[in-house]
């Protein structure tokens, strides 16, 4: 079992920053990919950038080169900074991580927390 803890939502102007801190706890050993999905009321949830391992990374073309993903891998944390914010980009935000035991993957979710961009 990982246990995610989301923390550094809350609200900004357009144009503003914020950093999105995971912290992940328990079987974390297992952890593969870390990642940030986003969802706003009525739509799916959607990948905002992922983080591998290896430090290989992925974003949503509506986040590249405003958003970047890190992880710190001795403290268990990956990280979203999120630049040039626009009011799109409010929703509540989810981290993600995978597992990998025997080929299986399984997802963990935080609980997410929730940004508001304001124009």
């Known amino acids: 079992q990982v246990q995610l803890v989301e923390s550094g939502g809350g609200v900004v102007q357009a144009g503003g920053s914020l950093r999105l801190s995971c912290v992940a706890t328990g079987s974390v050993f297992r952890v593969n990919a870390m990642g940030w999905y986003r969802q706003v009321p009525g739509k799916q949830r959607e990948l905002v950038a992922y983080i591998t391992s290896g430090g290989g990374t992925q974003y949503a073309d509506s986040t590249k080169g405003r958003f970047t993903i890190s992880r710190d891998n001795p403290k268990n944390t990956v990280y979203l900074q999120m630049n040039s914010l626009e009011p799109e980009d409010t929703a509540v935000y989810y981290c993600?991580?995978?597992?990998?035991?025997?080929?299986?993957?399984?997802?963990?979710w935080g609980q997410g927390t929730q940004v508001t961009v304001s124009s």
């Open positions: 993600n991580a995978v597992t990998m035991v025997l080929a299986i993957p399984r997802d963990y």
